[in-house]
């Protein structure tokens, strides 16, 4: 059995005119995030987990936003395509921790919801699935409701390799 670890980061910039989408789920806010795709900080670092620990690079090279194919795309449609490229090397998920920064909205109440989202979207128990939220006490970016952060480590198993 081989077992490999992966971590992953990603930040998006806060504006108006956008929707706040975290772990696929839409939560109510002024400002949402910008990026090429629907700007889902969560799921964009659990791709960049799973990916660094299969050793195939990052969400960036995979799925280029210089691309006009994934402009504006459901982040839950990118974790899938991670999962199967995943997969096709032979590994299946054991477990991510992941930790959302954001200091507005407060999110606790979305985070069952969108361990529901995730569970779904990768075939795995939510049991399996940790979501974390904290703030940065007003400091940094994130801190001044400039930004939204996300940190998730992976854990996949190959259950054939030695």
Do not use: W
Request: hydrophobic fraction near 45%; charged fraction near 25%; proline fraction near 2%.
């Amino acid at each position: 059995m081989k077992i490999k670890a992966g971590i992953g980061y990603d930040v998006h910039k806060l504006v108006e005119g956008r929707d706040l989408i975290i772990g696929g789920i839409k939560v109510p806010n002024a400002k949402g995030s910008l990026g090429h795709s629907d700007g889902d900080v969560l799921i964009h670092s659990i791709c960049d987990a799973l990916l660094g620990a299969a050793n195939l690079r990052d969400i960036g090279f995979q799925f280029p936003d210089t691309s006009a194919e994934y402009k504006g795309i459901d982040s839950k449609l990118l974790l899938k395509k991670v999962l199967h490229l995943i997969r096709e090397k032979g590994f299946e998920i054991s477990n991510i921790d992941s930790t959302i920064v954001l200091q507005k909205p407060k999110i606790s109440d979305f985070i069952p919801l969108m361990k529901n989202a995730l569970a779904e979207t990768m075939n795995i128990s939510v049991e399996d699935i940790s979501i974390k939220a904290t703030t940065t006490e007003k400091l940094g970016f994130t801190g001044k409701e400039k930004g939204i952060a996300a940190y998730a480590v992976a854990l996949i198993i190959n259950q054939n390799a030695v």
